[in-house]
């Protein structure tokens, strides 16, 4: 059983920002994700997507700011369980909470915060009639451990940026590496773009454009992907593999959640107010994208402050007999759970003699 203050459903930035204030509080951080890495859509989906609108920073890339939320967390050395989903909610008596995955892990605490961005992200899967029997069989919808694939024969399917980076990394990695895509055009950054084709003309990846994975076989595992190319004169072709990956991108669903006997409205969790974004369940929050509330923006910047201000009332849900006095990191500085500090430097007067 994993323990702790706050249990975050979501690890987006909205839910990695909640770490920092709440760690601010002295408050411990555990995070569930169905994603099998923190940052949410900003890292799954577009890292390399420039963001416009993070306060201090004309420019940022997705992947970069999530990096930098990362880095800021540190010291307050949260818990990660992640391509796991939270499945069940269970309310004990004693008012706290317990929170299993759809596998199994049980996660206990005083506070639940839902920030699951627009939902739990279920993969985009082709539509191959046979799929789900290779699933886990040669077949994945996600990289979690790019060692997997050394030394072996992988075909990777689809044209957005999360192909084109990890058609990049494994070609380092595994025996051979072969890209599919539908069209001769590729929808990634372009640096991305062009380092897939500088590898193709060393042999180190195989493009195949304008063509489909259609078919999968084998016994107890995948053995070969057909492959049908848009040139009638090519037809199909038969190649042998060891794992296929499809990175089609990610569907957003509310998912379980949306049984937990919260208020939904129009696929968001509704809170009573923006008091604390608290739900009609009481020590049950909801920030950021996967809220709404009347005036409700969906923006990065919405959750942040959603974030500091639900873990204002946590505190005073977990600790309702204490008074906690408002100290600004200017004047307080930030103190990790890992021993470190960071504090402005004091200002020395001295008095002068007349």
């Keep these: 059983m994993i323990k702790t203050d706050i249990l975050i459903i979501g690890a987006g930035p909205t839910g990695l920002f909640t770490v920092f204030e709440a760690g601010l509080l002295k408050l411990k951080t555990h995070l569930i994700d169905a994603l099998p890495q923190p940052g949410g859509q900003c890292s799954e989906i577009y890292p390399k997507k420039p963001i416009y609108d993070i306060p201090a920073f004309p420019e940022i890339l997705a992947g970069d700011l999530v990096n930098n939320l990362m880095e800021q967390i540190k ?15 269970e309310k004990l008596d004693d008012g706290t909470f317990i929170v299993t995955t759809n596998k199994g892990t049980k996660h206990h605490a005083p506070v639940v915060a839902i920030a699951g961005g627009l939902g739990s992200f279920e993969p985009r899967k082709p539509p191959i009639s046979n799929i789900a029997d290779f699933e886990d069989k040669g077949v994945s919808y996600f990289i979690k451990d790019p060692e997997v694939y050394r030394d072996k024969k992988v075909v990777i399917a689809g044209g957005g940026d999360s192909a084109l980076d990890w058609a990049i990394y494994l070609a380092e990695v595994a025996a051979e590496v072969a890209l599919v895509h539908r069209r001769a055009e590729f929808r990634g950054a372009l640096d991305s773009v062009e380092r897939v084709s500088e590898l193709a003309k060393l042999g180190k990846i195989e493009m195949i454009t304008n ?15 057909v492959i049908r190319h848009k040139d009638e004169a090519r037809g199909e072709e ?7 990956i499809p990175l089609f991108g990610l569907s957003p669903k509310l998912g379980p959640i949306g049984n937990w006997g919260l208020e939904i409205e129009k696929n968001a969790i509704k809170v009573d107010n923006s008091y604390d974004y608290q739900t009609n369940i009481p020590g049950v929050y909801a920030i950021g994208d996967v809220n709404t509330y009347k005036g409700k923006l969906k923006l990065i910047l919405s959750g942040f402050h959603e974030a500091a201000i639900m873990c204002q009332s946590a505190y005073n849900r977990i600790f309702p007999d204490k008074k906690y006095v408002l100290k600004y990191t200017t004047v307080g500085g930030v103190t990790g759970f890992d021993g470190s500090k960071k504090e402005a430097k004091k200002e020395v007067v001295q008095s002068i003699g007349v």
Excluded: S
């Design 75 to 89: 010291p307050f050395q949260p818990g990660f369980t992640l391509g796991e989903r939270a499945e069940t909610l």
């Design 211 to 225: 063509a489909e994975v259609v078919g999968l076989r084998g016994e107890d595992r995948l053995e070969q992907v």
């Design 238 to 244: 038969f190649k042998e593999v060891d794992d296929f």
